[in-house]
């Protein structure tokens, strides 16, 4: 069997879009996959080599490159020692837990040469690309991007009850939902720092909407206020009965152009088959397109910077609490 060959480490809720986009691309197959819990690797076939520890799949050699859909507290370790061992990544997002781990990511890949990509599946969204072209035809800029992220996290994790354990996930919706939501809007209107946030949580104290605001860093002065540069909001809601999901544009003219996330993609998650495509095809592209390799916008989405506006919003909500507190 000929083609780049993949190990999958992580056979969580995720994985089935993955295992998905390698059977049905051209030039990949799957080849390796591991997961602690053994019951989960029984389905696969004997073409398929079965690990329960990566540590072992990474010792067995014979793959081009793995996929790393795990707990999101475990993305630094495995990662870590996928890079070591000389193979690219594609971990899905967020990098990692906190910014200062995805940093220690990127710079090892950068040392050892091999490309780490971190997979924002929502850039690959067919009325996103639409969206984007639509952009690249006008002549006016962008003045503000908003996306909306609205769903209800119980009907997505599924036996994935991590999603829900702050300590795992590295938060709620902002932690999760947060880096693809602001992808998105770095993809249409370039790298923006946090200007405010809004964070609701939940009584186990679990952050189940928020609200953030952001600034283009070309429109931010020194001494901290905000130009007319462009701006940025993201809306994120893990109570929300059903999926919404939507980006909209306003240009400089005060023109409006939005995408629909889910529009023709009927039933829910279903828009994520075409998007994990999407993402396993131009990380497929970078292994053979050779040259410098490592973490960066023209290797791979930076999962270093969403790490960072995450963090400013958690930043701000406990300030805005501080502040709350002082007063009263």
């Keep these: ?20 986009a390698l059977d049905r691309l051209p030039g990949v197959r799957l080849a390796a ?3 602690r819990d053994g019951s989960v690797l029984e389905p696969f076939d004997d073409g398929v080599a079965r690990f329960t520890d990566h540590r072992e ?5 014979g793959l081009d490159a793995v996929v790393v859909t795990v707990p999101n507290d475990l993305h630094l370790a495995i990662c870590r020692d996928a890079l070591r061992a ?15 781990e995805g940093a220690e990511l990127a710079a090892l890949a950068a040392e050892r040469r091999v490309p780490l990509f971190t997979a924002f599946h929502r850039r690959y969204n067919t009325a996103v690309r639409e969206l984007c072209a639509a952009l690249a ?19 997505h994790v599924g036996r994935d009850r991590w999603y829900l354990d702050p300590e ?6 902002v932690a999760d939902n947060g880096p693809n939501a602001y992808d998105l809007v770095r993809l ?59 980006v909209a544009v306003e240009l400089a003219d005060g023109t409006v152009l939005r995408a629909d996330l889910l529009a023709g993609h009927e039933g829910f998650k ?3 088959w075409h998007e994990y495509e999407g993402i396993l095809g131009e990380f497929a592209g970078l292994l053979r397109g050779g040259g410098d390799h490592g973490s960066g916008p023209d290797r791979g989405p930076d999962g270093v910077d969403a790490l960072r506006v995450v963090e400013a919003a958690y930043r701000a909500e406990a300030d805005a609490a501080a502040g709350a507190g002082a007063l009263g």
């Design 188 to 246: 249409l209107a370039g790298p923006m720092e946090l200007t405010d946030a809004h964070v609701v949580r939940d009584g186990t104290g679990v952050d189940r909407y928020a609200a953030l605001e952001l600034a283009g860093r070309g429109g931010v002065h020194g001494d901290g206020t905000h130009g007319d540069g462009v701006r940025g909001r993201i809306e994120l809601d893990w109570s929300y009965p059903g999926e919404l999901k939507d």
């Design 168 to 173: 795992r996930c590295g938060g709620g919706c």
């Design 57 to 61: 799949l990474l010792a067995a050699g």
């Design 33 to 35: 996959v591991c997961d």
């Design 137 to 155: 035809g006008q002549p006016l800029p962008v003045r503000s991007v908003t996306v909306r992220y609205f769903e209800l996290i119980e009907e």
């Design 86 to 100: 000389g193979l690219p990544v594609c971990v899905e997002k967020p990098l990692a837990l906190r910014a200062a």
């Design 270 to 272: 279903q828009s994520l």
């Design 1 to 20: 069997m000929s083609g780049l060959r993949f190990g999958v480490v992580g056979l969580g809720v995720i994985s089935r879009f993955y295992l998905a």
